[in-house]
């Protein structure tokens, strides 16, 4: 569908995508992930035609980009970062403008907007003047923009950015739709996003592709040893007595549970590939021992993403990605509320005046630990 | 294109700068006209055109400064690039837009001579003709303001741009008179326009050589005609300067009262010219 070789990017002396390889296979919904300033736009307006590589080849299902560049677009359908809408056009009138200009025939272009429009779920305000509809809206006729023609790919570069959390479900949902017939590339440094409708993750940081795979496979190669967390009820004598005589244990930490006196966590260390919860769980009850928790402790998607993309880079990203979107607080980032639901409005009005001063820490918790830990339960969940 | 050019002839029409253009065009022709040939009672309604044309140095910038800058500023361009056209053919269905925003007062002029005809003989030949000369003027400005527009994404500065490539095309006939005709004037002033075509093709290639290269070779050749002949440089920049005055080629063009091609040619070559240069600018902008 997509082969990118070599691709590179310079402004001068600054390396902005640093030679990425990579194909991508038709029928996957891909996701493009990385620290803002990564180098993700860049690559996606270089996929697209936008902008010229400064070495490096795309080809689109055989076209190259730019030798053949009218065939290869006909296969592209692009959302770029900022919706590429008219404000002074109704909906209506600027799918109809892309349609004729992508050459769909004049009979088909009446039933055409009106799918995509039912699709995007704007037809509703297809009179109204694009100035006049939200950032949502304006998002979502720049996705409708994207599908007409039905192309055999959809690239969309953060296609959820200032949407609130039912919009956001939706448009999860349309792009799951559309990845069971289409090839999609969409773009995020959200990682629950990812997470959640990617088949196939590429996480990219300053300009190198440092992980290429599935989520399952991309958290297995990163997970450094095979660890067990429990949480019993017991007392750390008998614990120790059950622990020494399960094979494979090579070591474990005891420490109190915060919750309830009564109960221990236990952090097992144990030998690579030995599969070891079941007689752990045995073990205890025969002692009847209550077990309260039993699961692989494994990295999270996102302590994966900052073990990948170095945690310095990430800090400068961060706040910069913090600061610039702290402007457009009305609309909220992620999907879920910020944690704590404070109420002392001053001191919030201060945070969003001066959010470096309350350092990275907050920043990147709001973006991303609540998102991610509704997935990491889950996946628990599953485990036990 | 023809999708491009429906919306961009909409947008002209849906917000007020069509409209303005074609008020201004028509306001001064039809002051112009009522003075010469119904006050002065001149039967000859294309002596008024010079004058309509001073306008065009604002009409044709107010409608050309939004045509690429405001893509750029809106990051329309995106869309654009993706689609599946050619640059030439985006730039072309632009082009046409503005060009049939002028054909509404060009059109409605074309009813002046009719209405001159009910009070006596008029050389409708004549009239027509330099109407077509207008409006070929009109197509060479919108060329050249386009390729201003394409070189912003501010729509003002376009605009600025725009008027000051005209009024620089406008005095420029009168700056070189101010000049003393001897040969070495003409030489030295030579020698300055290549200068500035060096800086030119350096702002655009931002390559040194190749503005060397470009000044060095130009220089060369005007040093060795100089020293060929040095009598035929006498005054050669005032009439240099005075072919290439696209108004003066009108004033000409409608007090000759032949049709000369020269001057139909002159204009359309300029007006491909300033369109190429515009494909070729908005092609660059994926390079850099």
């Known amino acids: 569908m997509i082969e990118v070789r070599n691709l590179t990017k310079k402004y001068g002396d600054h390396t902005v995508v640093n030679h990425l390889n990579f194909t991508i296979e038709p029928g996957r919904i891909y996701g493009f992930l990385g620290p803002n300033g990564a180098g993700k736009s860049t690559t996606m307006n270089m996929i697209t035609g936008c902008l010229a590589p400064t070495a490096g080849q795309v080809l ?39 349609a004729e200009a992508k050459g769909i025939k004049a009979s088909a272009v009446f039933e055409e907007i009106y799918r995509v429009m039912e699709e995007t779920d704007i037809t509703d305000m297809r009179h109204r003047l694009i100035k006049n509809l939200s950032k949502g809206y304006k998002q979502r006729v720049g996705i409708a923009q994207a599908m ?31 990845g069971q017939s289409r090839t999609i590339i969409l773009s995020s440094h959200i990682l ?43 007392n750390p004598d008998s614990i120790r007595t059950i622990l020494s005589d399960i094979p494979g244990v090579i070591g474990y930490d005891i420490a109190g549970n915060p919750e309830d006196s009564n109960l221990f966590d236990i952090d097992i260390e144990v030998e690579a590939d030995r599969e070891i919860r079941e007689a752990l769980f045995f073990a205890f009850a025969e002692k009847h021992f209550a077990v309260r928790k039993l699961a692989k402790s494994e990295l999270s998607l996102e302590e994966i993403f900052f073990r990948l993309t170095d945690a310095s880079a990430v800090i400068s990203d961060e706040e910069e990605l913090y600061s610039a979107e702290g402007e457009e607080e009305e609309e909220p980032v992620c999907c879920v509320p910020a944690p704590d639901d404070r109420e002392d409005g001053e001191e919030t009005e201060e945070e969003e005046k001066h959010p470096s001063r309350f350092g990275r820490k907050k920043a990147v918790e709001e973006e ?15 485990e036990q | 294109m023809s999708a491009v050019y429906k919306k961009e002839l909409k947008a002209y029409f849906s917000n007020m700068t069509g409209y303005i253009a074609i008020a201004l065009i028509l306001v001064m022709a039809g002051i112009f006209v009522k003075i010469l040939n119904f006050q002065g009672r001149y039967p000859n309604m294309e002596t008024a055109l010079p004058t309509v044309s001073l306008i065009l140095m604002l009409a044709v910038p107010i409608v050309t400064m939004r045509s690429f800058a405001e893509e750029r500023h809106q990051k329309t361009d995106l869309l654009l690039y993706t689609l599946p056209l050619k640059t030439s053919q985006i730039v072309m269905g632009k082009y046409l837009a503005m060009m049939t925003v002028f054909a509404v007062p060009t059109v409605i002029m074309m009813l002046y001579p009719l209405f001159l005809s009910l009070y006596g003989g008029v050389s409708l030949l004549s009239a027509y003709t330099s109407l077509l000369a207008f409006y070929l003027l009109c197509g060479a400005m919108v060329a050249i303001c ?7 994404e501010s729509q003002i500065i ?10 620089i095309c406008y005095i420029s006939t009168l700056l070189a008179g101010a000049l003393p005709t001897t040969a070495i004037a003409s030489y030295i002033a030579f020698t300055a326009l290549i200068a500035l075509l060096a800086l030119a093709v350096y ?28 009598s035929l440089f006498a005054g050669l920049f005032q009439r240099f ?21 020269t001057v139909l040619v002159y204009y359309l070559s300029i007006a491909f010219l300033f369109t190429f240069f515009t494909v070729q600018t908005v092609e660059k902008r994926r390079w850099s």
């Open chain 1, 192 to 234: 629950a996003e990812v997470s959640a409708v990617c088949d196939h993750v590429m996480i990219i940081n300053r300009g190198n592709l440092v992980a290429s795979d599935t989520l399952e496979n991309i958290r297995r190669d990163n997970m450094p040893e095979n660890r067990i967390a429990m949480t019993v009820r017991a």
């Open chain 2, 158 to 167: 376009a605009a600025v741009l725009g008027v000051a490539a005209l009024v």
């Open chain 2, 241 to 261: 300067i005075a072919a290439l005055s696209i108004f003066d080629a009108l004033n000409l063009f409608v007090s000759n009262q032949l049709v000369d091609m």
């Open chain 2, 146 to 152: 386009m390729f201003m527009s394409s070189l912003t």
């Open chain 1, 148 to 178: 007409l023609g039905e192309p055999k790919l959809i690239i969309l570069d953060e296609p959820t950015v200032g949407l609130d959390p039912r919009q956001i479900s939706g448009i999860r949902e349309l792009i799951s739709r559309l």
């Open chain 2, 203 to 230: 702002l655009f290639v931002k390559n040194y050589w190749v503005a060397f290269t470009t000044a060095v070779v130009l220089e060369g050749g005007l040093l060795i005609a100089y020293m060929i002949d040095r």
């Open chain 1, 368 to 382: 991303y630990t609540p998102l991610f830990q509704a997935g990491k339960s889950d996946d628990k969940e599953d």
């Open chain 1, 60 to 98: 689109i299902d055989g076209h190259d980009i730019y030798e053949d560049a009218v065939a290869a677009r006909r296969c592209i359908g692009y959302l770029p970062e900022i919706p590429p809408v008219y404000p002074d056009m109704t909906p209506e009138e600027y799918l109809r403008f892309v």
